[in-house]
């Protein structure tokens, strides 16, 4: 994995590391709101919800749009794909050491 990937990894898991900002994006699956309608779903201030977007803005995750004085936000998924594919090696990793597990166990519980 080359550096850069690496960056992006990073910046994402940290943005999906606070509860907000993995609302927020549960949030831009479905829909585009606005800045303030984050802020008042969430109930924080827009200072607050810029601050979270900001950070789902550096990993890639959202794209702000301004529609004159309106700001919207959409969700832009390509980065999570690369998260999931970056677990996904572990899942492969942690299923096959879980079936060598009941393959041993099950091996030792007929020799009971």
Known sequence: MGQQHADVLDS???ALA???RRAILGVLASEEPSV?????RFQITLTTVAK????????GL????KHGRVRTCRLR???LGDAD?????YRAFWTG??????AHVGGRARDV
């Open 52 to 59: 979270h977007l900001r950070v789902l803005d550096r990993a």
């Open 85 to 89: 594919a970056w677990i996904s090696d």
């Open 77 to 79: 998924a390509a980065p």
């Open 12 to 14: 994402v898991f940290a």
């Open 62 to 65: 959202v794209e702000q749009r």
């Open 97 to 102: 050491q879980l079936d060598a597990l009941a």
């Open 36 to 40: 303030s309608e984050l802020a008042g």
């Open 18 to 20: 606070h509860p907000t």
